[in-house]
């Protein structure tokens, strides 16, 4: 009676131990291999370039890089629930940012807006303080303009009312 090709012959006596061990050992020494290449740290591509550059909408309070809290209170009462950069055709950059009163009192507090270039470097292009009023659980949209076409990012930062 003649076997199938499709079924191996059985293993000799003694050598199915060491089939399976040297399986197993190739399987260790790979494992970390493959974890390694699975665990790269994936650096982000560029945004295209043109209209928009910056769209932040999700995360905790105070978790967008582009809003600094100067008096660390204010996380807790104001929002940045978004802002947008777009470049102008002439090369300035404007900028919205989008703040939410999360409480239910009035909120007076200042403002500003300090633009960068590419390296995050101040272009000494900053807006001058603004007194911002937000009526309770309200949303406002804030812009901002850059004078000149320097600025590639920029910062806003929020400060309670001096």
Known sequence: MKRAMFFPAPA?????????????SALCLLAPLLALTACQNR?????????VTGLAMAGPIGADPHVAYLDPAMRATVADVGDRAVTRS???????????????LRLQFQLQCVFKDERGVPTGDETPWETLFLTENATETVPFDSLNPLARTYTIRLRNTR
Do not use: M, Q, Y
Request: aromatic content about 2%.
């Open 12 to 24: 000799p006596k003694g050598s199915a131990g060491k089939d399976a061990c040297a399986t197993f």
């Open 43 to 51: 650096i982000p591509a560029p945004p295209p370039s043109g209209a």
């Open 90 to 104: 002439d090369g300035r950059l404007h900028v919205e940012v989008d703040l939410k009163n999360l409480g239910g």
